[in-house]
């Protein structure tokens, strides 16, 4: 069936207002336009409405009738936001002297699609239909990406997103626009780029934004061997999921950060300039250099970690192992080496990964008569290393190893 013969009353999602809070020829326009031709529903709805008078008010009036948070998200054009638990409006007035005017100020066809709310007519004056029937992202005009130059990564997000292609002369008006998005809020473009991270189609997208000239604004060093990584890194990732059962559960939440790491440069002063620069949280840049850091420690060895390197190596980087162990077998660290801690990892009763102590800091201070101090922590370390290697086995045993070593 034809997109344009969609009943598009039936696939726009439920309002959580009633319309006639709206002024006549009030429009639904945007993502949630685009994805309900395309059939593709969310959990949470995302609304956008154009209106053309009293934007402001009428946002006013429909939180404060249904209890919903209200914020003015931009006082000069109008633009409020209603907040309910499952949705976020925002309303926005209406550019120009006419809907049509206003949507020839977007980004793409695709995107230019509006909804009359009151009336259920579909307005689409600039073929963004078609454009959606042929799988296409075209431009409505070079000087609306110039203007929000954020809008040239979008495109590939959207590609990457929808599966669609970008037509070619929209991505050559990119390549030549591509220096502006330097220009342009950091965290904005972070947004941007953990959407292609986080996609499964966003390696393809990558690649071609970094052919194109927008990667390398941010990761001057990334080339053809940082693109093949990354394949290697979605590849790995599938492999492990499929073949240790229970590792998809914990990887799947890494893997865009395991993405980030292959990104950034292998130096971790550089990396972290990098992360910094593009507004990432010292959460994210932590596991991206511990990564970093383990990486280059992994790549030294020719041989399986004993069990005293194992405990203090877990001991350091159990939470981002996950990314760890991606990465590794991506780069082409033995498997030898990687997939032994991959197991111990998966069984939250292995000794090594997930120490269970014999004895506790007050046990000993009670039974050798002890001052709380650091040595404290250092003899249950000792103790806990020498459960693992064999050498005690219960909490007596515990205690006389720990009345010998210190």
């Not at 100020?105 to 004056?125: C, G, S």
């Not at 990334?222 to 590792?247: Q, S």
């Amino acid at each position: 069936m034809s997109l344009k013969t969609t009943n598009l009353s039936l696939a726009i999602p439920a309002l959580p207002f009633d319309v006639q809070f709206l002024p006549p020829h009030t429009c639904l326009v945007g993502g949630v336009v685009r994805d309900a031709f395309l059939e593709r529903k969310g959990s949470y709805l995302d609304l956008d409405f154009v209106i053309p008078e009293n934007s402001i008010e009428t946002a006013k009036r429909i939180a404060r009738h249904y209890d919903g948070g209200f914020v003015i998200l931009d006082q000069a054009r109008q633009i409020a936001r209603v907040v309910f638990p499952q949705a976020t409006l925002d309303f926005a007035l209406q550019e120009g002297d006419c809907l049509e005017t206003d949507l020839k100020r977007r980004d793409f066809t695709i995107n230019a699609i509006a909804y009359d709310v009151r009336e259920q007519k579909i307005i689409d004056p600039l073929g963004g239909i078609q454009d959606l029937e042929q799988k296409i992202i075209r431009m409505i005009c070079a000087e609306n990406l110039q203007d929000d130059p954020l809008r040239l990564l979008r495109g590939y997000r959207q590609a990457a997103q929808l599966n669609f292609t970008i037509e070619s002369e929209t991505r050559k008006t990119i390549q030549s626009l591509a220096s502006l998005l330097g220009k342009m809020a950091a965290e904005r473009v972070q947004t941007e780029l953990n959407y292609l991270l986080a996609c499964s189609l966003g390696n393809t997208w990558l690649k071609s934004a970094w052919e194109d000239g927008l990667i390398t604004l941010w990761f001057n060093h990334v080339d053809h061997n940082t693109i093949a990584e990354l394949e290697a890194v979605e590849e790995t990732g599938r492999l492990l999921t499929v073949n240790y059962p229970g590792f998809g559960d914990r990887c799947n939440q890494w893997l865009a950060l395991a993405k980030l790491a292959t990104l950034v440069a292998s130096d971790i002063s550089t990396a972290e300039l990098e992360l910094e620069r593009l507004k990432y949280s010292r959460s994210h840049i932590r596991t991206v250099l511990g990564t970093i850091k383990s990486l280059n420690y992994l790549a030294t060895l020719t041989d399986l970690m004993s069990l005293r390197e194992q405990y203090f190596f877990f001991l350091e980087v159990k939470k981002i192992f996950p990314i760890i162990a991606v990465k590794a077998i991506a780069k082409g660290i033995d498997e030898s080496i990687i997939i032994p801690l991959v197991k111990r990892y998966l069984n939250p009763n292995d000794p090594v990964a997930y120490p269970k102590p014999l004895v506790t800091g007050n046990d000993l201070i009670r039974e050798l008569d002890l001052k709380p101090s650091p040595i404290i922590g250092t003899l249950l370390t000792e103790i806990n290393v020498a459960h693992i290697e064999g050498k005690i086995t219960n909490a007596s045993e515990a205690i006389e190893f720990a009345s010998k070593f210190y």
